[in-house]
């Protein structure tokens, strides 16, 4: 069964606006979280993390919250550019694990 | 700083033969990981070594195994390919690879494999 999960396969924005991807997860002994941005052909790009003593980090553009009695985080992208258009890949980590378990992806597409 | 790298890039073989894929991590990070990225899977972790030794492994059969050199550098090997083996395999490295932010993974390329 999948511990971390994105429910939406696709997203569409326009420019400027805000974006806003989700990611469930079932295992509340993970305790560091990422995302990550895909094109094809190509490894996905690290974007931003949070660790679970926290419930906001931000980077620019790129915020990301979490909600732990939720099992929810998101991440939010503002202002939505349209070369921000990718996958983006929610992943999960155990404290003493090593590896990161990955949702699905969500197809992010920016309109100008 | 250089990135990850892997080689090749691409590669095609057929049923019954193996294949060996490299991994140069970040210089500085000593933990390399292994994923296999599918359609209908998604990306999932195959193992993860650390001081040439395996510390982590996840649910795939024997046939696929790996290395880690005294460099840091990785290889992974799939013995007696399958057709279901086709996939895009991703390595990544990071500084320890445990505790927080220390697991804050880096992705090569990846090496897209497709079996024949």
């Known amino acids: 069964d999948q511990q971390v999960k994105q429910n939406s396969p696709s997203l569409s924005v326009q420019e400027g606006r805000i974006s806003i991807l989700n990611c469930d997860y079932t295992n509340s002994m993970f305790d560091y979280f990422l995302w990550y941005k895909k094109y094809p052909a190509e490894g996905p790009t690290f974007l931003i993390s949070i660790s679970s003593i926290k419930d906001k980090n931000e980077d620019g553009r790129f915020t990301v919250f979490l909600n732990k009695s939720a099992k929810h985080l998101s991440l939010h992208i503002v202002p939505s550019q349209p070369g921000d258009s990718a996958v983006y890949f929610c992943?999960?980590?155990?404290?003493?694990?090593?590896?990161?378990?990955f949702g699905k992806g969500t197809t992010l597409s920016v309109s100008s | 700083k250089a990135g990850v790298t892997q080689t090749p890039r691409y590669l095609i073989k057929t049923r019954g033969q193996q294949v060996t894929l490299s991994c140069s991590p970040i210089?500085?990070?000593?933990?390399v990981s292994w994923y296999q990225q599918t359609p209908g899977q998604g990306l999932q972790f195959l193992f993860e070594?650390?001081?040439?030794?395996?510390?982590n492994k996840g649910n795939f059969p024997g046939r696929f195994s790996g290395r880690q050199f005294s460099n840091s550098r990785s290889e992974m090997n799939v013995s007696t390919l399958e057709l279901g083996d086709s996939a895009l395999y991703l390595c990544a490295s990071s500084l320890v690879g445990t505790g927080g932010f220390r697991n804050t993974q880096y992705f090569g390329p990846g090496t897209r494999l497709t079996v024949l």
């Open positions: 992943a999960a980590s155990l404290q003493a694990g090593t590896a990161l378990i």
């Open positions: 210089s500085g990070h000593r933990s």
């Open positions: 070594y650390f001081s040439e030794t395996q510390r």
